[in-house]
């Protein structure tokens, strides 16, 4: 029964991590430290937060062409909220999968 309740808690912190909670939530809480697949999940979601804050940067200059930027705009915004999505199934699913296309450079570039 405590195995149970643990995996519950390491999904609902799984999950947190893509609203940003989960991550606050694993560096205050030590039993969270403990956890291979909220470090995991973490890592993800700083992950996809930085490339999405670093992306959007970049495009924000793309929207000044008129038609052709906006739709390039929508498509990758369409397209991080589809990872974004993405990233929490698995975590519901209590599986440690990469978010797809930009999850490899969790592991590689974040270290902790």
Not at 50 to 55: A, S
Not at 76 to 87: D, R, S, Y
Request: proline share 2%; glycine share 4%.
């Amino acid at each position: 029964m405590v195995k149970k309740e643990k995996i519950e808690n390491e999904k609902v912190a799984g999950i947190l991590t893509y609203f940003l909670v989960g991550i606050i939530w694993y560096f205050a809480d030590e039993k969270m430290n403990k956890s291979n697949f909220v470090k995991f999940h973490t890592k993800q979601a700083i992950n996809f937060f930085i490339i999405m804050i670093v992306t959007s940067l970049v495009i924000s200059f793309i929207i000044w062409v008129p038609i052709i930027g906006w739709i390039i705009v929508w498509a990758i915004q369409i397209a991080f909220l589809v990872l974004w999505i993405i990233g929490i199934i698995n975590s519901v699913n209590f599986t440690k999968k990469e978010i797809p296309i930009i999850g490899s450079f969790a592991e590689k570039y974040l270290t902790f």
